[in-house]
């Protein structure tokens, strides 16, 4: 069996501070040994209609600034920024990539040519962003179907087929929440997924929004291909993911279960392991049997 690829979800958990970001890659890199850190990028006033854009923030105990435009203004990196993100990734030798969340952001991390580049789920309807990453960039495009119906995932399917580019597309199921309480996770929907889609496009994966990591591990027993959980290196600072997201120690356990998991996921190559056959030598008794 393919080991999954773990994803840490960094996004804005680094409060705006590119030092902060620095050390989170690195911490995912050599402590957790994960496979991926991923980043978001917003044009904020392309995304936020001007109402929006100067509304206060829902929840201000944990804005960073007067209004939710310049809140997500504080919280965003700029290209050159991204840049010397990627570049940190290359020397810490985890995989870079970023979700973006609207057109020009996705024109602006394109150019960087990532391995991948996410689609969120607020943002999987956006088609002419989806259409310029299917034509006009070259790498695996993932894409969360969170707050997504069973036919709007048909639609976004379709589409990447009329594009030409459902071969490289990876479909995160997903439950958008933060967290996500456990009767709402719906695992099945990653096997869902694969019925419905699993000849159609590259591979499926999870985006958990949940809290530990046992969840995580029964979704490598369901076939998902890639592993996203948010990363935070404090759970109580401020902001919105930190309560959602996984610690440096749990995220290192994680990254250690699924692999050793996935391990197990086999059968037995003989009629016992070798580990089976030094231990019959030394304990199994047969008795007498007498068949009629």
Not at 78 to 93: A, P, S
Not at 139 to 166: C, F, L, N, Y
Not at 204 to 210: E, L
Request: aromatic share 10%; glycine share 8%; net charge negative.
């Amino acid at each position: 069996m393919k080991t999954p690829r773990v994803i840490a979800e960094i996004g804005c958990n680094h409060k705006g501070d590119i030092e902060i970001a620095r050390e989170m890659i690195g911490i995912a890199a050599t402590f957790a040994k994960c496979d991926f850190v991923k980043f978001q990028k917003r044009s904020n006033r392309e995304l936020l209609t001007p109402e929006e854009y100067n509304a206060h923030h829902p929840n201000p105990q944990n804005s960073y600034g007067d209004s939710y435009g310049a809140h997500r203004e504080f919280l965003e990196f700029d290209v050159d920024q991204h840049r010397q993100l990627q570049q940190w990734c290359q020397e810490f030798g985890i995989g870079y990539s970023t979700s973006v969340w609207d057109l020009t952001s996705a024109k602006e991390i394109a150019r960087l040519n990532p391995e991948f580049i996410k689609i969120p789920s607020a943002c999987n309807l956006n088609f002419p962003m989806l259409a310029y990453l299917a034509t006009d960039y070259a790498g695996d495009i993932h894409i969360s179907v969170g707050m997504t119906t069973p036919a709007e995932q048909e639609q976004v399917v379709q589409w990447m087929e009329r594009h030409g580019a459902a071969g490289r597309v990876v479909l995160y199921a997903c439950t958008s929440g933060y967290p996500v309480p456990f009767d709402q996770v719906c695992l099945l929907e990653i096997q869902s997924l694969r019925d419905r889609f699993g000849s159609r496009v590259k591979e499926v994966g999870f985006s958990g929004h949940h809290l530990g990591i046992a969840i995580d591990i029964a979704t490598v027993v369901l076939g998902a291909s890639w592993i996203e959980r948010h990363f935070t290196l404090d759970r109580t600072w401020k902001g919105t993911d930190h309560a959602a997201s996984l610690e440096p120690d749990g995220l290192r356990r994680l990254v250690r279960d699924v692999r050793n998991v996935c391990k197990t996921l086999k059968f037995k190559e003989g009629d016992m392991t070798e580990i089976e056959l030094a231990q019959r030598d030394k304990l199994k008794r047969v008795q007498g049997v007498h068949f009629n």
